[in-house]
């Protein structure tokens, strides 16, 4: 008989931080979604509580960076097997935070996979997403193929925070579940076979 596998630690992380954001909506759906899919331990990483310096503090010295808060955020990332970025699109990027909160930590995202949930206009965040997978390759990471995106995301949630279309919405966030955990397992067993040191 199989053993049972150890969950995944998931850390789920919140790219916009503007007042009246749409953002925690969207990461408080997919939660729920990782947590009916199982197998998952997810930590919750809202940019707009971080409290990242706006400046980078550079590489870490002796084990530890140079303020606390990016000390704390380092360890959640350390600890994370796998990511998903929940993105809005802004004039057709990402947010300037999650840029500084993904610039901020270096060898914490490696040979680890990272997921996207987007939500935008027209496009549905998907010209972020393929930003941001750009900067992903830098960081020694491998971003899965699916992802779930919500265009005109303003009309596409109810006043309970549940998707109109929660079923196709639901078919999308397992399809990248489903990936993204393969891709953790995957990589959890090679790291410990073999440090990544490059
Ligand atoms: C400054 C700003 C720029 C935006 N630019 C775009 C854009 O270029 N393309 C797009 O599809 N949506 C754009 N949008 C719409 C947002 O992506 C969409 O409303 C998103 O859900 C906002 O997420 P938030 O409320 O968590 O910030 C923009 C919104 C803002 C506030």
Same mark, same amino acid.
């Given at each position: 008989m199989d053993m049972p596998k150890k969950p =995944?630690?998931?850390?789920?992380?919140?790219?916009?931080?503007r007042?009246?954001?749409? /953002?925690?909506?969207?990461? #408080?759906?997919? =939660? %729920?979604?990782?947590?009916?899919? /199982?197998?998952?331990?997810?930590?919750? =990483?809202?940019?707009? %509580?971080?409290?990242?310096?706006? %400046?980078? /503090?550079?590489?870490? #010295? %002796?084990? #530890?960076y140079a303020s606390a808060e990016v000390n704390a955020y380092a360890r959640r990332i350390a600890e994370a097997e796998a990511f998903v970025v929940v993105t809005p699109e802004y004039n057709r990027g990402y947010p300037a935070a999650l840029k500084l909160a993904i610039d901020s930590v270096y060898a914490e995202w490696h040979a680890k996979p990272v /997921?996207?949930?987007?939500?935008g206009g027209q496009s549905g965040g998907l010209r972020a997403v393929e930003q941001l997978r750009q900067v992903f390759a830098e960081l020694h990471t491998v971003t899965v193929r699916d992802s779930v995106s919500f265009p005109m995301a303003w009309e596409q949630f109810d006043e309970d925070g549940n998707p109109h279309d929660a079923e196709g919405a639901g078919v999308a966030a397992k399809q990248l579940l489903d990936e993204l955990v393969w891709w953790a397992e995957a990589l959890r067993q090679a790291r410990a076979d073999r440090p990544y040191a490059f």
């Open positions: =995944i630690r998931l850390a789920v992380i919140v790219g916009s931080t007042q009246g954001r749409l /953002g925690p909506t969207v990461a #408080k759906w997919f =939660i %729920e979604r990782a947590r009916v899919h /199982g197998g998952l331990d997810t930590d919750v =990483i809202d940019l707009a %509580e971080a409290g990242l310096p706006s %400046e980078l /503090g550079g590489p870490p #010295k %002796e084990g #530890k /997921g996207f949930v987007s939500h």
